[in-house]
Each structure stands twice: as C-alpha cells, then as structure tokens.
C-alpha cells in the first residue's frame, strides 16, 4: 500500500476545490492509497480497516449465503472508508480522467459520512488510530490468555447485530433538560398517556386548559391548572410521587447489559473479558450507520460524481468514457435493484421536487392530475431539499418519504415476480406490480434489519437471562439459535431463555406429486398452507438447549 | 384395500409419475440468466463497480497451509466444551459467473440470531424491475435448474474444473481423515505391481554417471588397491597412498522402478431418475464428494474413478463434471447401475489389478421393488469388490421407516452376510454435514 503519486494527488485537490465550491462539506485532509491485490487479501476481510483487529474468523473462508447481508453491518469492500482523515483505495492503473471520476465518488461519500446525522457517533474521533489501540491491546491479552480470547470475541460478535445503534444515536442528540416543572412532564408525557390512556381530542383539551391558566396568571397558571387536576384524579399525587421515587429505566442493549450486569465478567479473574467485548461493540457501531445508508449513499455519490464531473474543466474529451463508465454504474437494471441507479435517481427526483415546489402540502393537497402534472413554482429550492435529505435521513426513511407513484411512473418502475411455467419447464418473471405502495413495500422489505431482542427485565431477576425477540413477521434463524446463545450464556454465566415466534408445521404433508425439473407442488402447497405462529422458549443451561412451546 | 394392494397402487403412482414425467439427463447450460435477478442493494460496492477491482478470496492452497492450524483450534474448541466450527467439503464458486472454479475450503459461519427470509416461497417474493411492460406481462424467462440442481447447492464449474477439482480432493481426504477421525485403510495388497514405473537414483554404474556413491566408490578403491599389493597393512590404511582408477569411480543412475503401491478403483453409482429431484442428489453428490476425497488421500493419489448414472438404464459417463451435474428424470432400475458395474470389471479385468470399491447412492426407489433383478447382480458384485456401500437418502415426506431398496437388501441376509463387503446406511435427505460424514464411517469404517 503506497500513497498515490504527486501528480494524482493534484488531481484531487483540484477534484475537492471544485466539490466544495459546490457545497459539499468534508474536512479538507484526506489519504489516498494505491492497492494492489495483494493488499486487498489483507484489507478485505479487516472491512478495508487496515489496522482492525486479529481474529481467525478472518482467515477463513466465511459461508455467508445465509443472512450474508443480515450477518455484517458494513460491506468489505468500499473505496472510502468513514476515518479522520476520510481514507480511500485505488487501482494503480486508472486512467487521470477515472481517477477524477472516482475521486467525486469518493468526496460525495466522505460528505455524507461527515455529515448524514446517522453517523454523529463516529465524527468525534479516528476510527483506524482506536483500532489500532484496539489490535494491540487484544493482541497482549492473546498472549496472556490464549484461545480464550477467540472465545469472547466470537460470543460476542454472535450478538453485535443486536446492538442499540439508534439508542448509541438518541443518547448522542437528546434535547436538552426542560425548564419546566417535572409533575408537569410527568402528567403530560406518562400519566395521560400511560396511566390514564386517554384520546387525542381529550389530551388537547388539557393543553388547552393548562394554555388558558397561564394566559389568566403566569405565575399562578400552573398551580391553578393542577387544582384541578387533583380534584379529577385523587391518584395523581401518589403516582406522581412514586415515578420521582423510581429511575427510568435506560435502555441498554443486550451488549452492554451483559457487561454491566453479569456477574462472569464482573468476576477478578474475568474482568479482562469486558475490554474485548467493548471493542467488538464499538466496531459494529462504527459499521452500522453504512448498511442502513446504503441507498442513499450510493446515490448521494453517484448523484454528485456525475454533476461534478461533466462541469469539470480539465477532463474534456473523455465525456464518451465517461458516459459509459457512468452507464455501466448507475443503468437501471431491467431485473434487480441497484442502489447507484435507484438512489441517483431519487436524488434527481428530490432535486426536481424542489425545485418545483412540489415537496409542499399544496402540492400534496391538489388532487387534479392536470394541474399535479403541470405544478411548477419555481421555487429553485431543490439544491437545499438535497442537502437537508442528505443531513437528516436514512435508508427507510428515503424510501418512505420518497418513493411515491410520481417517482415510481417517471422512472417506469415496476416490481418483478417469478413464477413457474411447468409447461415449459422455467421460471417465467413477469411485472407483478406498478404500484408506488408495492415497490416501496419491496424495497422496505430488503433493507437490513436486524431482529429486535429486548431484555425482559423483571423476568432477569432471579439470575436467568431472559430475552424476547419481538415479533415482525419472520422467524429466526433456527440453525443460528443454539450456538448463539451458547455464547450469550458463556459471557452471562447463567442460564440464557430466548422466547421467539416460529411457524406452527402443519402435520406431515400428503405425499406431493414430486415432478422433475419442477418445485410446482412444493410451492403450491406452501401457497395452500396457511402460516400458524406460535411462541416457543428457549433456554439455554449448562450449554444445553431445550425448546418449548408456550 | 389391502395394505399389499395399497403399496402396489403407491408404486404404480410413483412409476407413473416418473413416467410421465418424461425430462431429459443433459448436462445443464451453465449460461447466466437474467443477470442481475435477485442481487440485492447489498451485493453492489464501490470497488467492484467503479474500479473493476474483485473483491478477493484467499486461494485454496494457502487456506489449506494453515489447515492444521485451524483443525487443532477445532479439536481444542471440543475440548473446552464447545461446538465444532470447521467445515470441510463445501464448494465455492469464487469469481464472476461463468468463470467458476471448483475449490474446497474449510469453511465457518458466524452464527447470530438473524431473520429467516426463506420461509417465504418464491412466487411470493418480490424483486426490483424497470422499463416496459403491463402488469402481468412476461418478461424474462430463467431455467429450473437453479433450483433443481445439485449444482447451485454447490460446485459451479467452468474451465479447468474437473482438475481443480482433483489436487484439491487430496487435502479435502486428508482434513476429513484427520478431522473427522476417518479411519485409515488397511494396507492390502501390495503385491500386485502395475505397470507405473517410478523413476529413481537407485542402479549403479562404474566410471560415469549422475551421482558419485562415495561409500561405494570408496570400496572399490579399496578392493582395487587390495589386488595391487598397495596396503601393507589393512589394520592401518592410509588413503593418501591409493591409486584410484577410473572404472573405480560408482555412480548412481536414473532407473525405472515398478511402483507397488496398492491402487484403487472406485466407481459412484448414481440414481438420476426423476424421483431423485432435489436435496436426496445434493445429499447423494457431497457425500461421495466426500468418499472420493478421503479414497485419494487413503490411496495417495493413486485412485481411478469411473462414474456411472442410472435411471431404469445406466450408463458411464467421463467425468466427475458430468456425474455430478447431470439432471435427473425417467425412472429407476437399480439392478441396471450393478449389472454395467459387473460388466465393466469383467470385461476389462479389473479385479486381478485393484481394490475395488463401489458406492452407490439413491432415494430407495426401485420399480423392481423386492430386488428380484438387483439381489444376484449385488451378489455377484460382492464377490470381487472390497467394498460396496450403498447410500440411501430418504425423502422426507416419504412415511415409513423403510424404503424399497433398503427392504430388499435387508431381506436378502447380505448384510449379515458379509458385513465387511456390504454396507449401507440410510438417512433422512434433510440430514446435515455431520450426518453424512457419519455416513461416511458407515460406509467405510473396517
């Protein structure tokens, strides 16, 4: 790995002034490196993290056909990865003209990385140089303790998709304390809503009630307002004194409740275990904000390598390289999704939307589809919609807000079904649906997300471990549960219970007519076969797993 | 009805389906499809799609430089009372489609609790698409074989695959042996020489030649200067005062040597009719896969393969490419896989040169159900092989305990019989690696 050459280096800069002149926001230092293959051996199965730390996972060859993309938070393979200064990898025969290209590429992706608010946690400080502090210092207690520390990184790698990123991020941006007073928070946001469940209309009601007394006297209002309110609820008081009493319940994930609370690691001799299952932490919360962006991204870089590029003054004659190389990334395919093509064209479209003025209620409200086709108010707005997206959004929430029928109809969109034609012996793949509710449902869909595994706190008590997956729809992976939990119940020292949804099998089928070269009856019989769920517990104990049906 | 009839009009069922079934054996088109089909947002990066560069994989050899490595880690993982993470025999097809080599790499999985998508069946799923068409409306068309064959659960195959495939079965037999505690083979027969030379420095030659054998030189020398008087007393030579002559000098030559190591043959035998759709061949290719590789290694490369398919006829085919890839249809005949079996060994008089084994593998069918045909052909068979084990890979809706062929050749005492000839061993077709490398033992073990 060697730094890209004076000349090259030149290029970017240039490549940067231009970008920033733009309005793209990116600290102004940055690396560069030159890799061969032989490098990438190295760096990919580290995450393209030089520096991440040993584990002999890495050296083999890692089965990932099931769950590949569910399993890692993060692809092995980008050009540019999120570190201060931002790093990136290069072929060392591009061509000056693909290396400009590339470059915006890679200056749209460090925008984003320093600014999409979804990676807050990782802007305070440089990934590889704490990753490097990390490598040593597991490389020392390697060679004071052996496999064993194999054996924690792995148990608790089996866990770190389950980590508590949107609550690493809450922590991260909470707003600030108010100044109002507590019994008033407390019978607004709990009591009402929790206690007292009332409706809507009720609630504003209240508001108003309590607007109205501090109109009548400012500083009185508030007292005068819970007059009232003792009178109707003689168990306010009580209640409200009790929630003082009590500490709300900070929401840990199942990483960070193990360190804290199992009683294996908080042992002398095990403590050394806690450092090694911190580090693991920390990396997968580096990696998640990238795998819940992908589209955006993707899109943001591919959007901004292309504007960029054809208003670069110094690449002229190379459009037609440039337009195929262009094509070759971002065409939409005809079967299949690809975030370059789907996010640059929801860019596009955001871009239209305000510079049109059509991201407005008013625009929303029109229901004439003339007038809907024909709206423009030249607003000229669509450069800053751009940016707030870009600040302020993820994955689910651009395909949510965005992927419309308007979007859907431009693009010609359309979801792709397959079915089987058993008179010819294929699979026929048709249009199912053009529909904006479909496709976005489709793409939702295929977005990574992880199980969501709560501690059922009372249920822990007594030492066991209890955890609750809730339930989404979709079973677990019934192979994974028992060495997963193995490694939960080694880290916790105790008994380890996972209650979890799974499909009620109907009784054996009746023989299907088995054809060759055809899964007809199978999938027809699983179209007849009506999905039971049921909920079943399992407890791990003493490195047994049993299972059984609630 | 009667449970005779019963089972009767469940055969005439099952054969009638094959019948009609109709299908042909050919050897699927290794073109891609619809390119892109089902590639998730996921499967796209910068580094492929902007720079052409592929994301590497370790080779194979040098994964299997720190084999013994991960294999005393595996060991040791059991000895501290945890699971087994290594597994062997699975085969990746690293590099783009259509360039696919044929590798066998220990393997892991990080296991964590995920999603599971794949209860959902295909046509309910939904993949991304643009461009024309109407709601409805055909617009590709992609052949069943993905689904169907053994090929997707496993080995791609492309340029060079068959050979790939043979430096990599000697390591893939030496990890199972020693994985897996496979046993060893006892030495037998090596007696018979063939006709392989091996070419060493053994013959000696005076005067010239390619390496000077000093110690015989020296005694040669000695004898010469012994004749000529030259050493007045032997209790006290000094070789200073030796005249060497030139015809003294021995030299070492390159020589043919006959090679007796003891060689096998094995033949697979697999049923490709059309019952045979799905995880039962899957099952039946990785497990001999498996068998063929430990044979290798057992027999330091030394091994010959002929591979033979059957369905109600059999027939040899060149190559493992096409044994394992061939699709199946039409009906079964297992007495017809035996029978070429009997005819081949006899015909080229193969059982006076090798250790013969035959391994077979089916899901039980046989439209000869009490193996009136099968029994003496197997008999036969017995009679020059050292060892014949039988495969049975149960479908899973099949009910009852047994199926056809297990029935027949229990009934038929051989089992008891000759114990260390014939083996079989039958399981469920969803059993998992650790099942079938019991199998293995079965099948093999002494």
New interface residues.
């Given amino acids: 790995m060697e730094l890209i050459n004076q000349h090259t280096k030149k290029i970017m800069e240039g490549c940067k002034q231009r970008a920033a002149d733009a309005g793209l926001r990116f600290e102004k230092e940055t690396l560069e490196y030159l890799v061969t293959n032989r490098d990438l051996l190295e760096l990919t199965p580290k995450l393209m993290i030089p520096t991440l730390y040993d584990y002999w996972v890495h050296e083999v060859e890692v089965l990932k056909e099931k769950g590949r993309y569910e399993l890692y938070p993060n692809n092995p393979y980008e050009t540019v990865i999120n570190t201060r200064p931002a790093i990136s990898y290069y072929n060392d025969n591009n061509p000056d003209w693909m290396n400009v290209m590339i470059f915006y590429h890679v200056l749209a992706h460090i925008d984003f990385f320093q600014n999409n608010l979804y990676f807050r946690h990782t802007w305070d400080y440089d990934f590889t140089g704490q990753a490097l502090s990390d490598k040593r210092m597991i490389a020392q207690l390697r060679s004071e303790k052996g496999r064993w520390v194999d054996y924690v990184i792995e148990f608790a790698r089996s866990i770190d998709n389950l980590v508590g990123f949107h609550a690493e991020l809450g922590r991260l941006s909470r707003a600030p304390e108010t100044s109002r007073s507590r019994m008033l928070d407390y019978y607004f946001d709990r009591f009402l809503q929790t206690v007292r469940m009332v409706k809507t209309g009720e609630y504003i009601k209240e508001i108003e009630r309590y607007n109205a007394c501090r109109r009548e006297s400012p500083e009185l209002g508030e007292q005068a307002f819970f007059a009232e309110v003792f009178r109707k609820y003689p168990e306010f008081d009580s209640l409200y004194k009790k929630s003082l009493e009590t500490k709300p319940a900070s929401r840990q994930d199942l990483m960070q409740f193990i360190l804290q609370h199992s009683e294996f690691l908080n042992k002398e001799r095990n403590r050394w275990m806690k450092p090694v299952v911190e580090v693991v932490r920390k990396t997968t919360l580096f990696f998640q904000p990238q795998i819940r962006t992908k589209i955006m991204n993707e899109g943001w870089a591919s959007y901004w390598h292309e504007q960029l590029f054809l208003k670069d003054d110094r690449i002229c004659g190379h459009e037609v390289d440039f337009s195929r190389t262009h094509a070759g990334v971002t065409a939409m395919p005809r079967v299949g999704l690809n975030p370059y093509a789907l996010g640059m064209r929801m860019f596009q479209y955001i871009a239209d939307q305000g510079d049109t003025g059509r991201h407005t209620p008013e625009f929303r409200k029109l229901t004439d589809a003339w007038e809907r086709e024909h709206y423009d108010r030249h607003t000229g707005g669509g450069r800053n919609l751009l940016f707030k997206v870009r600040e302020n959004l993820n994955d689910f929430l651009f395909v949510n807000t965005f992927v419309d029928q308007d979007f859907v109809n431009r693009f010609r969109l359309f979801v792709a079904g397959r079915r089987l034609n058993p008179a010819k012996g294929v699979w026929e793949i048709y249009v199912k649906s053009r529909s904006a509710e479909d496709y976005r449902a489709m793409l939702l869909d295929g977005l990574y997300h992880p199980p969501c595994i709560e501690i059922d706190q009372p249920k822990t008590g007594n030492g066991n471990l209890c955890l609750v997956h809730r339930f989404e729809g979709k079973p677990l992976v019934r192979e994974f549960i028992a060495n997963t939990l193995l490694g939960i119940e080694y880290l916790w020292g105790k008994p380890v219970q996972l209650e979890t949804s799974e499909i009620v099998r109907a009784g054996p089928a009746p023989g299907p007519a088995v054809l060759p070269g055809m899964q007809m009856s199978l999938s027809e019989e699983r179209k007849q076969r009506e999905m039971k769920w049921q909920r079943v517990r399992y407890t791990m104990q003493d490195r047994k797993l049993t299972r059984e049906v609630l | 009805m009667t449970t005779s009839s019963k089972v009767r009009a469940e055969q005439e069922a099952k054969i009638r389906?094959?019948l009609e079934?109709g299908?042909s054996h050919e050897v699927p088109d290794p073109r891609a499809g619809?390119?892109?089909?089902?590639?998730?947002?996921?499967?796209?990066?910068?580094?492929?799609?902007?720079?052409?560069?592929v994301?590497?994989?370790?080779s194979a050899g040098a994964?299997i430089r720190?084999i013994d490595e991960?294999l005393d880690?595996d060991r040791?993982r059991e000895q501290?009372?945890?699971?087994r993470k290594?597994?062997v025999g699975?085969l990746?097809k690293p590099g783009k489609r259509g360039k696919e080599k044929v590798v066998i790499?220990?393997?892991?999985?990080?296991?964590?609790?995920?999603?599971?998508?794949s209860?959902r069946?295909?046509?309910?799923?939904?993949?991304?698409?643009?461009?024309?068409?109407?709601?409805?409306?055909?617009?590709?068309?992609?052949?069943?074989r993905e689904?169907?064959q053994p090929g997707a659960a496993g080995p791609g195959q492309g340029e060079g695959g068959p050979h790939e495939m043979e430096s990599n079965a000697y390591d893939l037999g030496r990890i199972l042996t020693e994985k897996f505690k496979l046993p060893n083979l006892k030495d037998k027969g090596k007696k018979r020489s063939l006709t392989r030379y091996t070419y060493d420095l053994t013959d000696l030659h005076r005067g010239f030649g390619q390496l000077l054998d000093k110690k015989a030189t020296l005694r040669k020398i000695l004898e010469t200067n012994l004749h000529l008087g030259n050493i007045p007393d032997v209790g006290h030579i000094d070789p200073s005062r030796f005249l060497v002559a030139p015809d003294d000098k021995v030299y070492r030559v390159l020589s043919p040597e006959k090679d007796y190591e003891s060689q096998a043959l094995v033949f697979f035998l697999r049923d490709y009719s059309?019952?045979m759709?799905?995880q039962s061949t899957v099952l039946v290719v990785s497990q001999h896969v498996m068998i063929y590789s430990w044979l290798v290694y057992q027999y330091a490369m030394q091994v010959e393969t002929r591979f033979i398919l059957h369905d109600t006829q059999a027939k040899e085919v060149p190559d493992f490419y096409t044994y394992y890839n061939s699709?199946?249809?039409?009906g079964t005949q297992v007495s017809s896989a035996y029978t070429l079996v009997n005819e081949i060994v006899e015909r080229e008089n193969l059982a006076r040169d090798y250790n013969i084994y035959v391994f077979h593998g089916t899901d039980g069918d046989d439209w000869d159900h009490d193996g009136t045909q099968c029994i003496p052909q197997l008999k036969k068979m017995l009679s020059y092989a050292n060892r014949v084990g039988i495969t049975i890979a149960q479908?899973a809706?099949?009910?009852g305990p047994r199926t056809e062929v297990e029935k027949y050749i229990r009934q038929s005492g051989l089992l008891e019989d000759k114990p260390k000839l014939l083996r079989l061993d039958a399981m469920r077709e969803d059993a998992d690696e650790p099942r079938l490398i019991e199998g293995i033992k079965t099948l093999i073990a002494d």
């Fill in positions: 389906r094959e079934a299908g619809l390119e892109a089909f089902g590639r998730d947002i996921y499967a796209y990066h910068d580094l492929d799609v902007l720079q052409r560069l994301a590497m994989q370790g994964n720190s991960l880690r040791q501290d009372g945890f699971p290594i597994s699975r990746i790499v220990p393997t892991t999985v990080e296991e964590k609790l995920l999603h599971d998508t209860f069946s295909e046509e309910e799923r939904s993949h991304g698409g643009s461009g024309e068409g109407e709601e409805g409306e055909v617009i590709g068309e992609q052949p069943v689904e169907e059309g019952s759709e799905g699709k199946v249809a039409g479908h809706h099949e009910e």
